[in-house]
């Protein structure tokens, strides 16, 4: 029981620090999502953030940042391609991070 929450536990934390690459580089460039969600399903706890509504689900497999297709649109590829490439960037650094804590 105890692998099952934390392997739980450890998907949640992935899943969030690639949403938060997605949602931290749309913030740097104007855009403001709608949501951002971690989990699928019912809503488990919400809040309202800044103009984001931040949403937690209990099924702990996947999460989202809405952003709008047509704010999207407007800024440049390389701005668009930089939002798409930030929340893979995101679970890279927290690789590291947790290789290095573990080595210590």
Sequence with gaps: M????SNALSLLVIITAHELGHYIAARRYGIIPPTFS??????LY??????????FCPIPF????????AELENLTSRKQISILLAGPLANLVLSICISITMVM
């Design 2 to 5: 105890l692998d099952i929450i």
């Design 38 to 43: 971690v989990g699928f399903g019912p809503t």
């Design 46 to 55: 919400a809040f309202l953030y800044k103009g984001t509504q931040f949403k």
């Design 62 to 69: 996947g999460g989202a940042v809405s952003i709008p297709p």
